[in-house]
Protein backbone atom coordinates (compact mmCIF):
# COMPACT_ATOMS: atom_id res chain seq x y z
CA UNK A 1 0.00 0.00 0.00
CA UNK A 2 1.01 3.57 -0.64
CA UNK A 3 1.74 5.20 2.24
CA UNK A 4 0.59 9.00 2.48
CA UNK A 5 3.20 11.68 1.36
CA UNK A 6 5.08 12.88 4.63
CA UNK A 7 8.12 14.31 5.55
CA UNK A 8 7.36 14.25 9.38
CA UNK A 9 10.40 11.80 9.60
CA UNK A 10 13.19 13.66 11.16
CA UNK A 11 17.06 12.78 12.37
CA UNK A 12 18.00 14.23 15.51
CA UNK A 13 21.05 16.38 16.06
CA UNK A 14 23.32 16.97 18.71
CA UNK A 15 21.91 19.83 20.14
CA UNK A 16 18.57 18.25 20.12
CA UNK A 17 17.00 19.83 16.97
CA UNK A 18 14.74 17.95 14.52
CA UNK A 19 15.71 17.84 10.56
CA UNK A 20 13.64 16.54 8.36
CA UNK A 21 15.39 13.79 6.39
CA UNK A 22 14.20 14.87 3.10
CA UNK A 23 14.56 18.41 2.14
CA UNK A 24 14.33 20.56 -1.55
CA UNK A 25 17.44 22.17 -2.34
CA UNK A 26 17.27 25.04 -4.74
CA UNK A 27 20.46 25.54 -6.32
CA UNK A 28 20.79 26.96 -9.98
CA UNK A 29 16.60 27.24 -9.49
CA UNK A 30 16.48 31.45 -10.98
CA UNK A 31 15.41 33.75 -8.40
CA UNK A 32 11.88 35.41 -8.26
CA UNK A 33 8.76 33.19 -9.47
CA UNK A 34 10.39 29.94 -10.38
CA UNK A 35 11.83 29.86 -6.59
CA UNK A 36 8.68 31.18 -4.96
CA UNK A 37 6.64 28.28 -6.99
CA UNK A 38 9.00 26.01 -5.93
CA UNK A 39 8.95 26.51 -2.26
CA UNK A 40 5.28 27.00 -2.00
CA UNK A 41 4.48 23.86 -4.11
CA UNK A 42 6.88 21.68 -1.71
CA UNK A 43 5.44 22.91 1.34
CA UNK A 44 1.88 22.33 -0.23
CA UNK A 45 3.30 18.45 -0.82
CA UNK A 46 4.35 18.11 2.92
CA UNK A 47 8.18 19.37 2.32
CA UNK A 48 9.54 21.08 5.55
CA UNK A 49 12.88 21.35 4.94
CA UNK A 50 14.22 23.33 2.47
CA UNK A 51 17.89 23.89 1.51
CA UNK A 52 19.46 27.58 -0.11
CA UNK A 53 22.83 29.45 0.30
CA UNK A 54 24.06 33.06 -0.22
CA UNK A 55 25.60 32.10 -3.57
CA UNK A 56 22.63 31.12 -4.76
CA UNK A 57 20.77 34.03 -4.95
CA UNK A 58 17.38 32.72 -3.94
CA UNK A 59 17.31 33.67 0.13
CA UNK A 60 14.61 36.25 -0.22
CA UNK A 61 12.24 33.91 -2.57
CA UNK A 62 12.57 31.45 0.19
CA UNK A 63 11.84 33.65 2.62
CA UNK A 64 8.89 35.17 0.72
CA UNK A 65 7.70 32.07 -0.30
CA UNK A 66 8.13 30.26 3.49
CA UNK A 67 5.92 33.13 5.03
CA UNK A 68 3.59 33.30 2.45
CA UNK A 69 2.70 29.73 2.67
CA UNK A 70 0.57 29.51 5.68
CA UNK A 71 2.91 27.11 7.17
CA UNK A 72 4.20 28.35 10.36
CA UNK A 73 7.96 29.33 10.63
CA UNK A 74 8.99 27.19 13.38
CA UNK A 75 7.65 23.82 11.07
CA UNK A 76 10.21 24.78 8.56
CA UNK A 77 13.65 23.89 8.99
CA UNK A 78 15.56 26.30 6.29
CA UNK A 79 19.17 26.41 5.94
CA UNK A 80 21.96 28.99 4.26
CA UNK A 81 25.41 29.01 3.56
CA UNK A 82 28.12 31.13 4.26
CA UNK A 83 30.08 31.90 0.66
CA UNK A 84 34.02 31.78 -0.13
CA UNK A 85 34.59 35.41 -0.67
CA UNK A 86 32.96 35.87 2.55
CA UNK A 87 35.29 33.56 5.02
CA UNK A 88 36.91 35.30 7.93
CA UNK A 89 35.50 36.22 11.66
CA UNK A 90 34.46 39.47 11.05
CA UNK A 91 33.43 38.97 7.24
CA UNK A 92 31.70 35.85 8.02
CA UNK A 93 29.47 37.46 11.03
CA UNK A 94 28.16 40.42 8.39
CA UNK A 95 27.68 37.81 5.85
CA UNK A 96 25.64 35.86 7.61
CA UNK A 97 23.60 39.07 8.95
CA UNK A 98 22.69 39.97 5.24
CA UNK A 99 21.54 36.53 4.39
CA UNK A 100 19.26 36.50 7.48
CA UNK A 101 18.25 40.24 6.37
CA UNK A 102 17.52 38.55 2.62
CA UNK A 103 15.48 35.61 3.97
CA UNK A 104 13.67 37.98 6.88
CA UNK A 105 13.91 35.80 9.47
CA UNK A 106 15.21 36.41 12.77
CA UNK A 107 17.06 33.03 12.70
CA UNK A 108 17.87 30.00 10.77
CA UNK A 109 18.02 26.51 11.51
CA UNK A 110 20.78 25.53 9.85
CA UNK A 111 24.06 27.92 8.83
CA UNK A 112 26.88 26.00 6.57
CA UNK A 113 30.42 26.70 5.83
CA UNK A 114 30.19 26.03 2.39
CA UNK A 115 33.41 25.50 0.84
CA UNK A 116 36.52 24.25 2.89
CA UNK A 117 38.11 27.64 2.15
CA UNK A 118 42.12 27.81 2.27
CA UNK A 119 43.27 29.47 5.91
CA UNK A 120 40.32 31.50 6.76
CA UNK A 121 38.13 28.48 7.87
CA UNK A 122 39.29 28.65 11.24
CA UNK A 123 37.98 31.49 11.90
CA UNK A 124 35.02 31.37 9.72
CA UNK A 125 34.31 28.55 12.64
CA UNK A 126 34.39 30.77 15.39
CA UNK A 127 31.92 32.87 13.47
CA UNK A 128 29.68 30.16 12.93
CA UNK A 129 29.95 29.26 17.26
CA UNK A 130 28.94 32.96 17.83
CA UNK A 131 25.64 32.85 16.19
CA UNK A 132 25.26 29.63 17.70
CA UNK A 133 25.75 30.81 20.80
CA UNK A 134 23.74 34.09 20.12
CA UNK A 135 20.25 31.80 19.19
CA UNK A 136 20.44 32.98 15.40
CA UNK A 137 21.25 29.98 13.76
CA UNK A 138 19.94 26.44 15.74
CA UNK A 139 22.55 24.11 14.35
CA UNK A 140 26.06 24.69 12.37
CA UNK A 141 28.16 23.00 10.13
CA UNK A 142 30.09 22.79 7.24
CA UNK A 143 29.96 21.99 3.50
CA UNK A 144 32.20 19.84 1.18
CA UNK A 145 34.42 18.99 4.22
CA UNK A 146 36.33 16.02 3.31
CA UNK A 147 39.14 13.82 5.76
CA UNK A 148 41.46 16.59 5.89
CA UNK A 149 39.17 19.25 6.50
CA UNK A 150 37.05 17.71 9.34
CA UNK A 151 39.70 16.09 11.15
CA UNK A 152 41.55 19.78 10.92
CA UNK A 153 38.25 21.18 12.74
CA UNK A 154 37.56 18.56 15.25
CA UNK A 155 41.53 19.01 16.22
CA UNK A 156 40.78 23.02 16.85
CA UNK A 157 37.32 23.35 17.74
CA UNK A 158 35.41 21.79 20.55
CA UNK A 159 31.94 22.30 19.22
CA UNK A 160 31.79 19.66 16.79
CA UNK A 161 29.78 20.27 13.44
CA UNK A 162 25.72 19.41 13.51
CA UNK A 163 25.91 18.78 9.68
CA UNK A 164 28.48 17.98 6.70
CA UNK A 165 26.80 18.61 3.35
CA UNK A 166 28.70 16.71 0.38
CA UNK A 167 27.82 15.46 -2.90
CA UNK A 168 26.74 11.94 -2.41
CA UNK A 169 25.42 9.27 -4.73
CA UNK A 170 26.07 5.37 -5.44
CA UNK A 171 28.49 6.74 -7.74
CA UNK A 172 30.29 8.11 -5.44
CA UNK A 173 29.69 6.55 -1.85
CA UNK A 174 32.54 3.99 -1.67
CA UNK A 175 35.25 6.86 -2.73
CA UNK A 176 33.68 8.84 0.24
CA UNK A 177 32.62 6.77 2.69
CA UNK A 178 36.20 7.44 4.88
CA UNK A 179 33.95 10.24 5.21
CA UNK A 180 30.55 8.92 5.69
CA UNK A 181 32.52 6.54 8.72
CA UNK A 182 34.13 9.79 10.58
CA UNK A 183 30.66 12.13 10.68
CA UNK A 184 28.88 8.83 11.86
CA UNK A 185 31.58 8.41 14.34
CA UNK A 186 31.17 11.69 15.69
CA UNK A 187 27.67 12.17 15.71
CA UNK A 188 27.96 14.60 12.44
CA UNK A 189 24.91 14.26 10.22
CA UNK A 190 26.01 13.66 7.07
CA UNK A 191 23.23 15.48 4.09
CA UNK A 192 23.54 14.13 0.61
CA UNK A 193 23.84 17.53 -2.22
CA UNK A 194 22.87 16.11 -6.03
CA UNK A 195 21.79 12.74 -4.86
CA UNK A 196 20.31 12.58 -8.38
CA UNK A 197 23.82 13.16 -10.06
CA UNK A 198 22.09 16.20 -11.86
CA UNK A 199 20.32 13.45 -14.41
CA UNK A 200 23.78 12.28 -15.69
CA UNK A 201 22.82 8.73 -14.18
CA UNK A 202 19.37 8.04 -14.31
CA UNK A 203 19.68 5.62 -16.87
CA UNK A 204 21.89 3.25 -15.47
CA UNK A 205 20.60 0.08 -16.17
CA UNK A 206 20.88 -1.17 -12.31
CA UNK A 207 19.05 1.61 -10.77
CA UNK A 208 16.00 1.41 -13.58
CA UNK A 209 15.92 -2.67 -12.36
CA UNK A 210 15.80 -1.66 -9.04
CA UNK A 211 13.09 0.76 -9.83
CA UNK A 212 10.96 -1.11 -11.78
CA UNK A 213 11.10 -4.21 -9.26
CA UNK A 214 9.46 -1.69 -6.65
CA UNK A 215 7.08 0.36 -9.34
CA UNK A 216 9.11 3.37 -8.59
CA UNK A 217 11.28 5.78 -10.63
CA UNK A 218 15.09 5.53 -11.16
CA UNK A 219 15.10 9.18 -8.70
CA UNK A 220 13.44 7.71 -6.04
CA UNK A 221 15.78 4.54 -5.73
CA UNK A 222 18.21 6.98 -5.78
CA UNK A 223 16.51 9.07 -2.96
CA UNK A 224 15.80 6.11 -0.84
CA UNK A 225 19.65 5.35 -1.39
CA UNK A 226 20.60 7.86 0.29
CA UNK A 227 17.97 7.60 3.15
CA UNK A 228 19.04 3.42 3.70
CA UNK A 229 22.58 5.45 4.32
CA UNK A 230 21.04 7.61 7.21
CA UNK A 231 21.56 10.72 5.39
CA UNK A 232 19.36 13.81 4.81
CA UNK A 233 18.89 14.07 1.06
CA UNK A 234 18.54 17.15 -0.62
CA UNK A 235 16.91 16.68 -4.30
CA UNK A 236 16.64 19.74 -6.35
CA UNK A 237 13.59 20.18 -8.72
CA UNK A 238 11.45 23.34 -10.02
CA UNK A 239 8.83 20.44 -11.44
CA UNK A 240 5.82 20.99 -9.36
CA UNK A 241 4.73 16.93 -10.13
CA UNK A 242 8.69 16.14 -9.53
CA UNK A 243 8.70 17.62 -6.09
CA UNK A 244 6.16 15.78 -5.01
CA UNK A 245 7.44 12.26 -6.68
CA UNK A 246 10.90 13.02 -4.74
CA UNK A 247 9.02 12.77 -1.15
CA UNK A 248 7.07 9.85 -1.89
CA UNK A 249 10.19 7.16 -1.13
CA UNK A 250 8.65 6.19 2.83
CA UNK A 251 6.56 3.62 1.56
CA UNK A 252 9.24 1.05 0.39
CA UNK A 253 12.80 0.20 1.50
CA UNK A 254 16.44 -0.95 -0.49
CA UNK A 255 17.09 -4.90 0.10
CA UNK A 256 20.73 -5.55 1.24
CA UNK A 257 21.75 -6.85 -2.05
CA UNK A 258 20.44 -3.78 -3.93
CA UNK A 259 22.10 -1.82 -1.93
CA UNK A 260 25.13 -3.67 -2.48
CA UNK A 261 24.39 -3.21 -6.36
CA UNK A 262 24.03 0.36 -6.03
CA UNK A 263 27.51 1.31 -3.56
CA UNK A 264 29.15 -1.35 -7.01
CA UNK A 265 28.37 1.43 -9.52
CA UNK A 266 30.85 3.71 -7.37
CA UNK A 267 33.29 5.53 -9.94
CA UNK A 268 34.28 8.66 -8.30
CA UNK A 269 31.53 10.75 -9.59
CA UNK A 270 31.80 14.67 -8.75
CA UNK A 271 28.97 16.60 -10.80
CA UNK A 272 30.88 19.78 -9.62
CA UNK A 273 34.46 21.24 -8.23
CA UNK A 274 35.67 17.79 -6.22
CA UNK A 275 37.08 19.22 -2.54
CA UNK A 276 38.73 15.99 -2.09
CA UNK A 277 42.25 17.15 -2.77
CA UNK A 278 41.51 21.00 -1.12
CA UNK A 279 44.35 22.45 0.78
Known sequence: MVSEIT????ITLRNGAEIPRLGLGVYQIEAG???????????????????????YRNEADVGAAVRESGVPREEVFVT??????????????????????RLGFDYV???????????LR????????????????????????MMP???????????????????????????????VELCR??????????????????????????????GK???????????????VVLPRSSNRERIRENLDVFDFSLEAEEIEALHALDEGLATGWDPTDAT
Open 80 to 101: SKLWNENHGYGEALRAFDRSLE
Open 185 to 214: ARRIVVEAYSPLTKARRLDDPVIRRIAERH
Open 7 to 10: SSRT
Open 122 to 145: RDSWRALERVHADGRARAIGVSNY
Open 217 to 231: TPAQVLIRYGLELDA
Open 33 to 55: EATRNAVRWALEAGYRHIDTAAA
Open 149 to 179: HLEELLSQSEMVPDINQIELSPFNYRSRQDV
Open 109 to 119: DLYLIHWPVEK
